[in-house]
């Protein structure tokens, strides 16, 4: 049966793979102009979660590990999947746990972001973590990570030179600095991350 969707008509979809992260659906389709085409669209079996965690000396965790869709090795914020069934608050406070040690006892989820759009539905979940407790990483058996503590304003720099372009570390960070700069943050880290921005950036003169 025939199915719009936006400007696309649907013909007909079948699956063409799954595992237990994703799915790939192929559909025949008829676009905008009414000329036949195809879309495959890749689906997440999971919500994406991204932690932005604070300590107290304004430092933040960096959780390193070979991207094997990439080929080559990362430096990101803590980030992973969560069941979409499950609040995103759990699944954040697991994986900071998980790829750091560390635990909060302040949360915020603070904005969220469609990561792929033209091919995927995967949906992001930004959270600010600050007043961290250090403790014991405990990683899932097939996550080799590497660890590091850098300033915001290290990591902020990093990112404005091209050396840190995960997408959803630069989301965490650069809407936290928006967010920040506009008053839209808890007072504690919003004055942690105003401290670290160059002075043009927050109104200094």
């Known amino acids: 049966m ?6 696309w008509t649907i013909l007909s ?3 063409g793979y799954r595992n237990p992260w994703v799915e790939v659906t192929h559909h025949e389709v008829l676009r905008a102009d009414g000329s036949p085409g195809v879309y495959g669209v890749v ?26 869709p990439l080929k080559r090795f990362t430096w990101e914020l803590p980030e992973g ?13 697991r994986e900071l746990k998980e790829e750091t040690g560390a635990t909060a006892a302040h949360w915020l989820e603070y904005g969220q972001a469609d990561l792929s759009n033209s091919v995927t539905d995967e949906r992001a979940h930004l959270f600010l973590a600050w007043d961290l407790t250090e403790g014991e990483a405990a990683p899932e058996p097939d996550e080799v990570f590497q660890y590091k503590r850098v300033t915001f304003g290290e990591l902020l720099t990093d990112i404005h030179r091209g050396e ?12 936290a600095v928006s967010r920040a700069i506009m008053g839209e943050l808890p007072d504690r880290p919003r004055n942690l991350i105003l401290d670290q921005l160059p002075e043009a950036r927050t109104g200094g003169s």
């Open 43 to 68: 689906g997440f079996q999971n919500l994406a979660i991204g932690v932005l965690p604070l300590f107290a000396d304004g430092t933040v965790p960096m959780v390193g590990q070979y991207r094997f």
């Open 13 to 15: 979809s079948r699956e």
């Open 81 to 93: 999947g969560g069941p979409k069934g499950e609040d995103p608050l759990l699944s954040a406070k």
């Open 2 to 7: 025939e199915q719009k969707r936006g400007p």
């Open 164 to 175: 840190v372009d995960d997408a959803l570390t630069q989301l965490l960070v650069l809407t």
